[in-house]
């Protein structure tokens, strides 16, 4: 039976039959775990009901018994409950958590699921009202920069500078924000040069031809449909008859309105939420959604839950101590019976290898129970990482000690896209008969060498019996192919020529090699060029790739460890330690859990505080938030006081949220015999900075020297202190400078960021000039 269908005469029948069923008393298991609050928010089935309460309380917990409870009294069918959670995982566990309290799986709850898998299914059925046939496509993100650049360069505007990338952002923001072109505020005008509505329209009616929609408009489309044709609305009132929202204070204008038409009518609407945990903030999401939920809906019943469940006292307190640095936020007790268990610990590494040994090792021996703990399985742990280049260090690191682990949320790094083009690059200068990584990049950027000219290449080498880079050079040899591709592929060939060069040659740091392949390729501005959200983290899983290279010899000797290490993963059923990002781990919880990277610029991520200051700087405070109390048991925060980025070491202060930790509820562990330890997490530190082996060496102590670490308490000026990197653009000719592998040198040229550089030791050599730094600090980088 579709909702359409459905006609009011078949609705009052039906309806009769489902309060005999709810007369007839069925007993409610599912009621007597719950606490009286929790009892309350899943009895007060008709009417608005705001439930916003911290983390751990159960709210998740109280809204799926909810919906056992709408079910099992019958005063609901499955198909009329409108249930929306925030991923696909988080669907698909309520619905087995529903059926867990009702004793048999439920059948048919196909409105339970996302924002996007919900409207999918409304804009089949309606298609037509949005100008759609019902079998649309849903254009991926490829496919909607390909069509804005053909509408930015038909419209004469300069692509280089006005890219199809961040038209595309700010499309989508619009659409975040409910707009139609027709909508779009007067103060956005500007937009895109004052092009940007122009092409939204523009934009909006290609699609249309082309029967496509893309992420933002499934949303929107029903949202103008449920504005524009009442009957279509009223439909949907009556027969979404109970309407739930878990993670509220993650919804955007649009999912917000879109809400509020739908339960307009009958005003069913239950909504749960955590004001202190709302991170989507980048994304469009308003947290002002939660707070007004009261004006919008009058008379709404507001249940605030204090109790936790999750979490030990320890954990709880130093979360809730934390959060309390944040000004925006309305401000909740929570309280635990738990006993009191084991301090949040705090430990800083040397570098960002030794945290990732350190986890590793941790994890083993809490396999066998330590710390008073009972012995965990790896599926109780989880490392929460505030960047998903964090998670290099580890998968390596576990890969080689055989340690399985599981990436949720996005695919292992080597994985990634980005990854396997740079590879492809990489696999290219070692061997350019590789034909796999040539096919990969030959468009990879752009170059305008599409399926046709594929094709050409293709023929060629193979009625040759060559490879592709040769079967290419024959081709422009014999002008098989002629402008801007031709021009391309030239290009292209020349560079392949010129990085193989680079990695048979000794003298040539592979590193540099890497870089030099990434700059001349086009491959990294392709990303910087890039403004959809992802592309920052694009790049710097870019630059981590980049310094997993530096552990090994050569380019090949990278590229046979990732091939191994690839080969040895098993998709075994065994248990895993989980690793993800911490906007991925909203809503979970594991036994033990591990933050690791806690360096002021990592996290708080200094991206976010230069894009969006304080606000920024808040969200970041929630992150920390949802980090730690996704931990029951054991939660271990870690940074490190290095990192090596792009061959330059990078000298880390802790994260400003270490400072705001309550020193009653943190432990500060140091390497056994080094130093005794203590309570206070500042004092911890300054006494780890008398004792501890990373605070007590010459890296650090120089550091100190040079005046550039915030005394202990003091808001922090600085955040990451980058040796000389920002720096090296200044040489001059003549300069002494040193670098890593050829020692120390004198500038003859400046070529772009390339210097020409006399060593020593080791001759006449061009290199990236940020491998290099002035002579006289020559002590900082680390041999
Ligand atoms: P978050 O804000 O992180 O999403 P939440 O408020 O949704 O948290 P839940 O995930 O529903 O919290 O619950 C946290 C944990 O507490 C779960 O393991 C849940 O089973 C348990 N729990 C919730 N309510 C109760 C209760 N009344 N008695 C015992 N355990 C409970
Ligand atoms: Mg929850």
């Not at 196909?110 to 849903?138: D, Q």
């Not at 092409?199 to 249309?208: I, P, T």
Request: aromatic share 8%; charged share 25%; hydrophobic share 40%.
């Amino acid at each position: 039976m579709s909702p359409i269908d459905d006609t009011d005469a078949f609705e009052a029948a039906e309806r009769a039959s489902l309060s005999a069923r709810a007369m007839a008393a069925r007993p409610m298991p599912y009621l007597e775990g719950l606490n009286p609050a929790q009892r309350q928010a899943v009895e007060a089935l008709d009417g608005p009901v705001l439930m916003l309460a911290g983390a751990g309380t159960g709210k998740t917990k109280a809204l799926t018994t909810r919906i056992a409870h709408l079910l099992n009294t019958g005063v609901a069918r499955p198909n009329e409950i409108l249930a929306v959670t925030f991923t696909n995982k988080a669907a698909r566990e309520m619905k087995e958590r529903v059926g867990r309290l009702m004793g048999h799986t439920v059948e048919g709850m196909p409105w339970l699921g996302t924002f996007h898998a919900i409207c999918v299914k409304l804009l089949r059925r309606h298609a037509e009202l949005a100008g759609l046939k019902s079998n649309f496509t849903i254009l991926d993100t490829d496919d909607q920069i390909r069509l804005m650049k053909q509408l930015i360069v038909a419209a004469n505007i300069d692509e280089k500078r006005w890219p199809a990338r961040q038209l595309a952002g700010i499309i989508d923001h619009w659409k975040n924000r409910a707009w139609t072109p027709e909508q779009v505020s007067a103060a956005e005008a500007s937009a895109f040069n004052n092009r940007g509505v122009e092409l939204y329209a523009a934009y909006q009616d290609r699609l249309r031809n082309l029967n496509a929609v893309d992420f933002g408009d499934l949303l929107l489309h029903m949202l103008t449909i449920f504005q524009a044709h009442e009957d279509v609305l009223a439909q949907y009132r009556r027969w979404f008859r109970y309407i739930l929202v878990d993670e509220y204070q993650d919804t955007n204008v649009a999912q917000y309105m879109w809400l509020r038409l739908l339960a307009g009518g009958h005003k069913n609407i239950c909504c749960v939420g955590d004001d202190d945990q709302s991170i989507y903030g980048w994304r469009g999401a308003e947290v002002g959604n939660i707070l007004r939920f009261e004006k919008d809906f009058p008379g709404a019943e507001v249940i605030r839950l204090e109790q936790n469940y999750r979490s030990t006292p320890h954990i709880l307190a130093a979360a809730s101590g934390l959060i309390a640095a944040n000004k925006g936020r309305l401000g909740k007790t929570l309280w635990t019976e738990a006993d009191e268990g084991e301090k949040v610990r705090l430990i800083g590494h040397w570098d960002g290898e030794e945290e990732a040994r350190w986890i590793g090792e941790e994890a083993e021996a809490l396999q066998g129970g330590s710390r008073g703990l009972d012995p965990k399985s790896l599926d109780d742990m989880a490392i929460l990482v505030r960047a998903s280049h964090q998670m290099r260090a580890f998968e390596d690191r576990f890969l080689t000690i055989g340690l399985p682990y599981r990436v949720i949320g996005g695919p292992r790094f080597y994985e990634r896209m980005e990854i396997r083009d740079a590879m492809a690059y990489f696999r290219l200068a070692v061997s350019p008969d590789d034909d796999l990584a040539f096919e990969r990049i030959v468009n990879t950027p752009k170059r305008g060498l599409g399926d046709k000219a594929q094709q050409k290449i293709q023929v060629m080498a193979r009625s040759n019996g060559v490879t592709l880079v040769e079967g290419a050079r024959l081709l422009l040899e014999t002008q098989g192919l002629t402008g801007k591709g031709a021009s391309e592929l030239r290009k292209l060939l020349q560079g392949i020529g010129r990085w193989h060069g680079g990695a048979l040659d000794s003298a040539q740091s592979h590193v540099e090699l890497a870089e030099i392949i990434l700059e001349e390729s086009g491959y990294t501005e392709h990303w910087q060029n890039d403004k959809t959200p992802e592309a920052p983290g694009r790049l710097e899983n870019l630059k981590e790739l980049v310094k997993a290279l530096e552990e090994f010899e050569n380019l090949q000797g990278f590229l046979e460890h990732v091939a191994l290490i690839m080969d040895n993963e098993t998709e075994g059923e065994g248990a895993k330690i989980s690793i993800m990002t911490l906007h991925a781990a909203k809503g979970l919880e594991f036994p033990v859990v591990f933050l690791p990277g806690w360096e002021d610029g990592l996290f708080p991520s200094q991206r976010s505080m230069d894009e969006s200051g304080l606000k920024g700087l808040e969200e970041e405070r929630r992150l920390a938030y949802v980090g730690i109390t996704r931990a029951e048991e054991l939660c271990t925060i870690s940074f490190a006081a290095n990192r090596r980025v792009y061959g330059q070491w990078q000298s880390a202060l802790p994260s400003r949220f270490i400072d705001e930790l309550p020193e009653a509820h943190v432990e500060v562990l140091t390497p056994p015999g080094l130093y005794g330890g203590g309570g206070a997490v500042s004092s911890g530190i300054e006494q780890a900075a008398a004792g501890a082996n990373v605070y007590n060496s010459p890296g650090w102590k120089r550091l100190q020297a040079r005046g550039q670490q915030r005394p202990v308490g003091q808001p922090r000026e600085s955040r990451t202190i980058t040796i000389d990197v920002e720096a090296v653009a200044a040489y001059e000719s003549g300069a002494r400078v040193f670098h890593q592998k050829f020692g120390y040198g004198t500038v003859t040229g400046i070529e772009g960021d390339k210097l020409d550089i006399a060593f020593d030791k080791a001759g006449r050599k061009n290199v990236v000039a940020r491998f290099v730094v002035p002579a006289e600090n020559a002590d900082d980088v680390p041999s």
